[in-house]
Structure formats: C-alpha cells, structure tokens
C-alpha cells in the first residue's frame, strides 16, 4: 500500500525535505501533486533518519509547504526497453525526446543576458563555438564522440555552476556528489576520461573510414560565416592563456 505524506518541512532550489517517513529507500521515485492537480516526478537523494531529502526533476515553482502531496513509489526509475529506443533520448521521467523538443536558448528572440557586457560576449562566443563544434561532430557521425563531447562540456559547466553555488553560500551537502569527492578532483577524473573516450572515438571513426568535414579556413567562413570568427576568438584566447603559462611570446 502506497502512503502519501501531505505538506514539506522545507523547499531549497529544486530540493525538497519530507519529515516523519518511514522505510523509504534510497533512489527511490516519488510522486509530488501541488495544488492545482499537476505532479511533478522526484528521487530520493537522501535520508536521515525520518528525514527525506528529495531531488525534485521539473523544479519547484509553485510547491506548497503546508498542501504538497507525497507518494514513495516504493521503486527506483524504471524504464520499459524496446527495439524502437534504439537511438533515443529520454528524459528525467523515462519518456522519449526529439532533438526538436529540447530547448534552445540561442534561438530565443531578442535573447540578451542581463548583466554586464562581458558576460554576454562571452556567453555569444562560447555559444556560437559549442554550436559549431556539435554541428561538425553531427557530420562525422560518430554517435560516441558527441555523448563525450558532450559529457566533458557538462563536467566543466558542472564544476563552474559548483563553484559557484558554492561561493553563494548554499548547502552542498544536497548535491549529488559530496564536497569530499568535488574538492577530490573527481569530476576532473571525469573529464580527462571523457576526454580520452572523445579523442579515441573520433580516431575509430577515421579509421572506419567517417567522412571528415574540410576545417580549412576559407572551408569553415563559407560554411559557418559569422560563428567561425567566434570560435577563433575562443581558441586564440586559449592558445594565449596557454603560451603565457609556458612562458611563451
């Protein structure tokens, strides 16, 4: 029998604090209904005792300490397997996504970020270069060098966003990965190896013949006129950073 706790003992982020839960595991799905009759899909991240510290997937915006309604599923996710998933991406929920229904931000209409100038010119250059680069890996092909690519893009956002939420004073003890493990150098360990599994994926793919798109310079102002000057700009940035460290003019 499934039991629903009503009310939260507290909301920070897109965490929530559940008191007065018996056998309740970790991992564990829950079931979150507000007020207005929508619900929302979480897991269970922590437990203390009767205390229950839960990863809320979709946000908490419009949650009620006093009328939120909690059920334990009693199971971790779960996903139904198939042959159509071939290919697929699913969301937090387990429901399959098109490439077409994932937000992009870039496409905003007059999309600014507020603040000052610096932060949007550097959030247009890294934009645009992130844009070109996963444009090229799509003409390779290799399905395993953009999940890398991917993944090492998500550790270095990760570390920053950390270092951040960090300085702001907030709780670490809430992420998923513990202060122990951040200062550890774990998701270092976790870029190097996505890193080393991009960088041998592309060399599987050039060696089962892929086709490689031409990264000549006339070849790449043609075909990305605009975001290829962005991506300059990153990489002489870089090269820079990286000449000056090593004591070169």
């Not at 599987?204 to 075909?223: Q, R, T, Y």
């Amino acid at each position: 029998m499934l039991l629903e706790y009503v009310g939260l003992s507290q909301i920070n982020g897109s965490l929530v604090i559940l008191d007065g839960v018996k056998n309740a595991s970790y991992d564990e799905m829950v079931v979150l209904r507000l007020d207005d009759g929508s619900q929302r899909i979480g897991r269970i991240v922590m437990i203390e005792g009767e205390k229950c510290v839960i990863q809320v997937f979709e946000g908490t915006t419009g949650f009620s300490l006093s009328n939120t309604r909690t059920t334990l599923t009693g199971h971790p996710m779960q996903v139904d397997l198939s042959p159509e998933l071939l290919g697929r991406t699913l969301d937090r929920e387990g429901t399959t996504i098109a490439a077409e229904d994932l937000y992009d931000s870039s496409a905003e209409k007059g999309n600014v970020l507020r603040g000052p100038i610096i932060a949007m010119l550097q959030k247009k250059l890294v934009v645009n270069t992130t844009s070109m680069l996963f444009d090229l890996l799509g003409k390779v092909g290799n399905k395993e060098a953009i999940q890398e690519a991917a993944a090492y893009l998500g550790g270095a956002l990760f570390k920053l966003y950390r270092q951040l939420y960090r300085a702001g004073g907030n709780e670490e003890k809430y992420m998923a990965v513990d202060s122990c493990a951040f200062n550890s150098g774990a998701v270092d360990a976790d870029l190097h190896l996505s890193e080393a599994k991009y960088a041998a994926a592309l060399e599987e793919a050039a060696k089962d013949g892929a086709s490689f798109p031409d990264l000549g310079h006339d070849a790449m102002n043609a075909a990305y006129p605009g975001v290829h000057q962005s991506a300059l700009q990153v990489f002489h940035a870089a090269s820079e950073r990286v000449n000056t460290s090593l004591g070169k003019k």
